[in-house]
């Protein structure tokens, strides 16, 4: 079986695998290795260890060699010039009039490299800006864009709980994360109080979802009809983490807060059945028509003006004198 070692390169970074060799290595080690972007100094996240052959996608970069203070040395003197770098390509930037923001810099090990990343809305030509690059710094250029969340683990900050930005401290990839998930915890869907430093849903979202799920799935539903000790009622909320449910008794409509395992379904013929309530007051009745006798078709009429007089049959079959005001 294969030997891989895992090695990381920032501090929250994503830990790559490489092929240890002879080498003994513990966690921790600082290395040189060879990558795709050329060499580059990092740690031992994951000591050497024996894994599937059918688990590796691709071969194996070797561990040249353990990183000495030499080594070390060399990479901090390049990291204090990206600061440096950064400004004079934000100059460059503005001479080309190119629509893009400017967000870091990084040299590799040797500084053979040099890569700055950079946000835009759309594609950005910039070919002539590298080219004038390459120029002013001596040495090959890359620029990469990125997305408003790589942005924020660039820089750093504090979130809404107060501490440091989970992207910068311990998130090496970035989960997916929906507005379900937060439907599903009632929180407030307020963009304001459920987005990060990077405009986009808070990753914490997604910590507590699958728990929340799970619970939520033994719970009765807003809005089911359930029966507990006090009588039966309608659920108008949950409290999933203390696994209670708010209920609105019938007919009282007091509110009860119970726990979840003494609190019943009611079945569809229960249901059906209709909690006894007040019974509901007979209709009045029609006054009587007055007789025919009391009716006078030579009636004067008020104010309005003349009163007009009309006959119709009823259902018994007698004659009434109706009035109507003319206006």
């Given amino acids: 079986m294969p030997t891989i070692a895992g090695i ?17 290595l513990k966690s921790d080690d600082f290395v040189v290795v060879e990558t795709s972007r050329g060499t580059e100094v990092g740690w031992v996240a994951i000591a050497p260890k024996q894994v599937l052959a059918s688990e590796l996608n691709e071969p194996l970069k070797p561990v040249l060699r353990r990183a000495e203070a030499a080594d070390l040395l060399l990479q901090q003197h390049y990291r204090a010039k990206e600061a440096e770098a950064v400004e004079k390509c934000r100059e460059e930037v503005a001479r080309h009039g190119l629509p893009m923001k400017l967000v870091g810099a990084e040299y590799n090990f040797d500084g053979s490299r040099l890569t700055f990343f950079f ?18 710094f001596k040495t090959r250029i890359e620029l990469r ?13 504090l979130g809404p709980c107060g501490r440091p930005l989970c992207c910068i401290t311990f998130l090496g990839d970035f989960a997916s994360v929906s507005i379900r998930m937060a439907k599903d915890q009632d929180l407030p869907l307020n963009p304001v109080k459920i987005s990060g430093l990077c405009g986009r849903l808070l990753c914490c979202l997604g910590y507590e979802n699958e728990l929340y799920c799970a619970l939520r799935a033994h719970l009765p ?17 949950l409290n999933v983490p203390k696994e209670t449910v708010t209920v609105e008794l019938e007919p009282s409509k007091v509110h009860v807060e119970a726990p ?19 019974e509901a007051p ?4 029609a006054p009587p028509r007055p007789p025919r006798h009391q009716l006078r078709p030579d009636a004067k009429s008020g104010p309005g003006g003349a009163a007009e007089v009309e006959t119709g049959a009823t259902e018994a079959g007698q004659r009434v004198v109706r009035r109507r005001r003319r206006r």
């Fill in 260 to 278: 979840a395992a003494a609190v019943r379904r009611l079945s569809k013929s229960e249901q059906a059945e209709a909690p006894p309530g007040p």
């Fill in 119 to 136: 946000t835009a809305e759309g594609r950005v030509d910039f070919r002539e800006l590298v080219k004038d690059l390459a120029v002013v």
């Fill in 8 to 24: 990381r390169f920032k501090r929250a970074g994503r830990i790559y695998y490489f092929d240890p060799g002879d080498l003994e």
């Fill in 145 to 157: 864009q990125i997305g408003a969340r790589d942005e924020a683990k660039l820089h750093g900050g």
């Fill in 282 to 285: 007979a209709p009045p009745e």
């Fill in 221 to 237: 539903k807003v809005g089911d009809k359930v029966a507990l000790s006090q009588g039966k009622g309608v659920v108008i909320s």
